[in-house]
C-alpha cells in the first residue's frame, strides 16, 4: 500500500478528518479521535509506508505476534490497543484495509452517544 492508497481509502470512510503532524505522519480522525496514522518506517533504510491503527484486544494478542506487524510504538507501550504494519509480509492490503474500518468503527463507537448522532453513526 503507497501513502496515497492510504489516504484515499481513509478519506473514503464517511466523517474523517486527515491532518500532517508529528514528524509529518498522517493521521485521520473520527470526531476528533485517531483512528489511523500513516508514516514512514525508520528503522527501515528504505522508507517503506508504517500504518497504525486501533485493534480489539484477541486481535492485539494475534497481530503481535506476526511478522511484519507490532505492537504502535508510543501508543501500545501507553496501554492502548494499537498494531503498527511495517510490511506487507503477512497481511495483506486487503487485510490492512478491513482492519483500518475496523479501527475506524471501534473509535466511532468510544465517541459520545451525541457526536455519534451527529455523525451519523447510530441508527
Known amino acids: 500500500m503507497t501513502l496515497e ?3 484515499r481509502f481513509c478519506r473514503s470512510l464517511p466523517h474523517t478528518d486527515h491532518v500532517v503532524q508529528w514528524g509529518g505522519a498522517h493521521v485521520w480522525k473520527i470526531g476528533g479521535k485517531v483512528f489511523a496514522i500513516g508514516g514512514w518506517n525508520k528503522e527501515d533504510g528504505e522508507g517503506a509506508l508504517s500504518v497504525s491503527f ?3 484486544p484477541l486481535a492485539f494478542e494475534i ?3 506476526q511478522a511484519g506487524l507490532r ?5 501500545a507501550s501507553r496501554g492502548m490497543k494499537w498494531i503498527q504494519r511495517t ?3 503477512t497481511m495483506s492490503d486487503g487485510d490492512l484495509r478491513d482492519y483500518l474500518e475496523q479501527s475506524y ?3 466511532g463507537a468510544g465517541l459520545t452517544k451525541r457526536l455519534q ?5 447510530l441508527s
Open 63 to 65: 497481530l503481535s505476534e
Open 5 to 7: 492508497d492510504f489516504n
Open 54 to 56: 486501533k485493534v480489539t
Open 117 to 121: 448522532r451527529e455523525l451519523g453513526l
Open 105 to 107: 468503527r471501534l473509535v
Open 87 to 89: 510490511s506487507d509480509e
Open 71 to 75: 505492537p504502535a510504538p508510543y501508543l
